[in-house]
């Protein structure tokens, strides 16, 4: 953490907060209700909190990697590994609500966000070994 202390600023922090909040606040509005209606003991009711709020840590992470390397040798490669990473968050979670709501099928559109998110992630390996 001592190569990223000048990067990791209180705007840094304050802006992917802000939005991990709000991811969290959104989860728990719309999934912890029915992961708690839908689990049937303890254990896995407190994995069903767990997997959306790990979800939103990845998002700031995400967000953190994004600020931290914008303006660098190796930002387009960061922004597109972020991109890809919220992008994955973001279908986890909507899948994830739609198989406790039961609307999930073989072949639903959130798996063509899943793939874009991998293409992304593609992108951005490629691009950076391209840089090195």
């Known amino acids: 953490m001592k190569v990223f202390k000048d ?4 705007k840094t922090i ?3 907060s802000i939005v991990g909040l ?13 992961a708690l209606y839908s689990s049937s003991n303890l254990i896995e ?5 767990m997997y959306p709020i790990f979800d939103a840590v990845l998002i700031i992470l995400a967000i953190m990697g994004v600020m931290i390397f914008l303006g ?3 930002a ?4 597109l590994i972020s991109v890809g990473f919220i992008l994955l968050e973001i ?10 709501l ?3 099928w073989e072949g639903h559109p959130l798996e063509l966000i899943w793939l874009w998110s991998y293409i992304f992630l593609a992108a951005a390996f490629y691009n950076h070994s391209k840089q090195i």
């Open 14 to 16: 304050t802006v992917s």
């Open 45 to 49: 009711a407190v994995l069903s909190l």
């Open 22 to 34: 709000i991811v969290v606040i959104a989860t728990s509005v719309l999934i912890l209700p029915e």
């Open 7 to 10: 990067a990791i600023n209180n």
């Open 91 to 100: 279908v986890d979670i909507s899948y994830y609500y739609q198989n406790l």
């Open 102 to 104: 039961g609307l999930i």
């Open 72 to 74: 660098g040798r190796i």
């Open 76 to 79: 387009t490669s960061w922004t």
